[in-house]
């Protein structure tokens, strides 16, 4: 059985708020770094406040750019890994750099051409 680690978002330090009740959003995925499972081209679909568990894929914020990685536990922390070999895995912490969970993919003007990730 997996087990599932919530992601909590931070404040905003602009505005001290935080993002935990923000809806889902939609992005285009770009690069190779995802391949074979992800192309160029897709659309994911984002969870803000989803629950991640080892093995997600998942949105990441890091040295302020924002990355589309595989979610691995690694000893006590945890690895941002792509699927495609040709890039490099990046080791975390904790979850803070997270920012949200892939729920879906989905081919442009085919519907029936989807994925869910989440149930």
Same mark, same amino acid.
Do not use: H
């Given at each position: ?10 404040? $905003? =330090? $602009?505005?001290? *708020?935080?993002?935990?009740? =923000?809806?889902? @959003? =939609?992005?285009?995925?770009?690069? $190779?770094?995802?391949? !074979?499972? @992800? ?9 803000? *406040? ?15 750019? #924002?990355? @589309? ?6 000893? $006590?922390? #945890? ?5 495609? !070999? ?10 803070? !750099? ?9 081919? !442009? ?11």
């Amino acid at each position: 059985m997996k087990k599932i680690i919530p992601i909590n978002p931070a404040a $905003d =330090a $602009d505005t001290g *708020s935080s993002c935990d009740e =923000a809806e889902a @959003f =939609a992005l285009m995925v770009l690069g $190779d770094s995802m391949e !074979p499972e @992800f192309l160029e081209g897709e659309i994911i679909i984002i969870e803000p *406040s989803g629950y991640a568990t080892d093995g997600s894929y998942v949105l990441a914020q890091l040295n302020g750019e #924002w990355i @589309f990685r595989q979610l691995l536990r690694q000893g $006590d922390g #945890w690895r941002l890994a792509p699927l495609n !070999p040709r890039y490099e895995a990046t080791d975390i912490a904790d979850l803070a !750099p997270v920012k949200g969970v892939i729920i879906q993919k989905s081919k !442009p003007g085919r519907r029936r051409a989807s994925k869910r990730y989440v149930e």
